[in-house]
């Protein structure tokens, strides 16, 4: 069955960065558009980045472009989510899902992964 994997979070001072990692098994990875989302303590998960199978085109939240870049290695079934000039605000589980088309990653995602903790201290 599909697996997704988080890992990379953790405990970090404001302004630091951080790379999240997806590790993707059970699929034919470059099929699948990929997408990372986030949910806060008492807050509905919120999308915020999606990127196409062969890694052409990506697709952001309006809320999340200039700070977040999502990218892709066919190679190591991994999407990778690089969180930049983090603020306590960023505080959440980070989540990693897959679907067939960038359409769907917002819509109904085929799968999620168990997530990963970010913590933003000020």
């Known amino acids: 069955q599909v697996q997704l994997v988080e890992s990379g979070g953790g405990l970090v001072q404001a302004g630091e960065s951080l790379r999240l990692s997806c590790a993707a098994s059970?699929?034919?990875?470059?099929?699948?558009?990929m997408g990372w989302f986030r949910q806060a303590p008492g807050k509905e998960r919120e999308y915020i980045a999606g990127?196409?199978?062969?890694?052409?085109?990506?697709y952001y939240a309006d809320s999340m472009k200039g700070r977040f870049t999502i990218s892709r290695d066919n190679a190591k079934s991994t999407v990778y989510l690089q969180l930049n000039s983090l603020k306590p605000e960023d505080t959440a589980v980070y989540y990693c899902?897959?679907?067939?088309?960038?359409?769907?990653?917002?819509?109904?995602?085929?799968?999620w992964g168990q997530g990963t903790q970010v913590t933003v201290s000020s």
């Open positions: 899902a897959a679907a067939r088309a960038l359409y769907y990653i917002t819509r109904n995602p085929d799968s």
């Open positions: 059970g699929l034919t990875f470059s099929s699948y558009a």
């Open positions: 990127i196409t199978g062969n890694g052409d085109t990506t």
